[in-house]
């Protein structure tokens, strides 16, 4: 048996880690944590996607580590970054527009006054993936553009929670949807979140709605990400020409963040906690 395939795999194809493992995995998602704790001073009106994405891949390859999604299916970047209305992998670029145009469109990199956004990273560090994302704000956060943040951050608790040996993924997706939908929001259904481990995405599917008691039963060692998508307005998305960037059909607001997660014994680790406390972004330093 070769390292990648130690442990076994349930019925559901979903890999069951040895307690060995929780290390590797603290490792690669404490290193991307850490980088997204670093980007929070460079975000700021007028910075543009794609210098916040070579800043990533200078961290990335500055802790000897690869970025997961370099090469990922054709992807190019160090990470996704989702703007406003985009929902998820948003492509980092350098456009500049100097006249003020249609807000809708994206075809402007350059941060602006007001704008949210979710920075993905996913990094390799000795064979092992750590994935997160979070919310950051150039400029003056808006009372609208607060809830959603707020609402989207605690659904991913609610689902976190949620995790524990014998509870179910249907009990991680109803926990969220519930949550969502009391503050008259709603979660996104066309992307979900995925197993990891030595690999990228595998199974399962950690749906962000669901109903209580269904799906695959949670075992210790297994590996996976919530990551919820909370839209202002209606859920459904669509695909841009450029294959990728999915963003809400009625143009609504959207947030995100993302953490991945080990079921324990009793419960569950977080291997993607920010260590600078950083992880809201109207959070301040803890230290
Ligand atoms: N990090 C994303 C996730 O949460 C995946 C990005 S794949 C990419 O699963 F190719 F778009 F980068
Ligand atoms: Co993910
Ligand atoms: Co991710």
């Given at each position: 048996?070769?390292?990648?395939?130690?442990?076994?795999?349930?019925?559901?194809?979903i890999?069951?880690?040895?307690?060995?493992?929780?290390?590797?995995?603290?490792?690669?998602?404490?290193?991307?944590?850490?980088?997204?704790?670093?980007?929070?001073?460079?975000?700021?009106?007028?910075?543009?996607?794609?210098?916040?994405?070579?800043?990533?891949?200078?961290?990335?390859?500055?802790?000897?580590?690869?970025?997961?999604?370099?090469?990922?299916?054709?992807?190019?970047?160090?990470?996704?970054?989702?703007?406003?209305?985009?929902?998820?992998?948003?492509?980092?670029?350098?456009?500049?527009?100097?006249?003020?145009?249609?807000?809708?469109?994206?075809?402007?990199?350059?941060?602006?006054?007001?704008?949210?956004?979710?920075?993905?990273?996913?990094?390799?560090?000795?064979?092992?993936y750590?994935d997160?994302?979070?919310?950051?704000?150039?400029?003056?956060?808006?009372?609208?553009?607060?809830?959603?943040?707020?609402?989207?951050?605690?659904?991913?608790?609610?689902?976190?929670?949620?995790?524990?040996?014998?509870?179910?993924?249907?009990?991680?997706?109803?926990?969220?949807?519930?949550?969502?939908?009391?503050?008259?929001?709603?979660?996104?259904?066309?992307f979900c979140g995925h197993g990891l481990g030595?690999v990228f995405h595998s199974p399962p599917n950690v749906l962000?709605?669901?109903?209580?008691?269904?799906?695959?039963?949670?075992?210790?060692?297994?590996f996976f990400t919530i990551e919820?998508?909370?839209?202002?307005?209606?859920?459904?998305?669509?695909?841009?020409?450029?294959?990728?960037?999915?963003?809400?059909?009625?143009?609504?607001?959207?947030?995100?963040?993302e953490?991945s997660?080990?079921?324990?014994?009793?419960?569950?680790?977080?291997?993607?906690?920010?260590?600078?406390?950083?992880?809201?972004?109207?959070?301040?330093?803890?230290?």
């Open positions: 048996m070769n390292e990648q395939h130690r442990g076994r795999l349930t019925r559901d194809g890999r069951i880690h040895e307690s060995a493992d929780f290390s590797g995995m603290h490792k690669a998602g404490r290193l991307a944590a850490e980088i997204l704790d670093r980007l929070a001073d460079h975000v700021f009106v007028g910075q543009t996607t794609g210098e916040l994405d070579r800043i990533i891949e200078a961290h990335v390859s500055e802790a000897g580590a690869k970025s997961a999604t370099i090469g990922y299916k054709g992807y190019q970047h160090a990470s996704c970054i989702s703007v406003n209305h985009v929902v998820c992998h948003g492509i980092p670029g350098d456009k500049i527009r100097k006249w003020k145009n249609d807000i809708h469109r994206r075809d402007d990199d350059a941060l602006k006054d007001g704008d949210i956004l979710n920075i993905d990273v996913t990094v390799i560090v000795d064979g092992w750590g997160t994302s979070r919310m950051y704000v150039a400029g003056k956060l808006k009372p609208y553009a607060e809830k959603l943040i707020q609402v989207t951050h605690d659904s991913l608790f609610k689902g976190i929670e949620a995790v524990k040996p014998g509870n179910t993924f249907g009990d991680i997706g109803h926990a969220i949807q519930t949550f969502v939908e009391g503050h008259r929001m709603n979660v996104v259904r066309d030595r962000h709605y669901g109903r209580p008691g269904t799906g695959p039963v949670l075992e210790e060692g297994m919820p998508m909370v839209n202002l307005g209606r859920p459904e998305t669509k695909v841009l020409s450029d294959d990728w960037t999915a963003v809400t059909r009625d143009k609504s607001l959207s947030a995100q963040f953490h997660i080990g079921v324990t014994a009793d419960g569950f680790e977080i291997f993607t906690l920010s260590p600078a406390g950083r992880f809201h972004p109207t959070w301040r330093e803890s230290a």
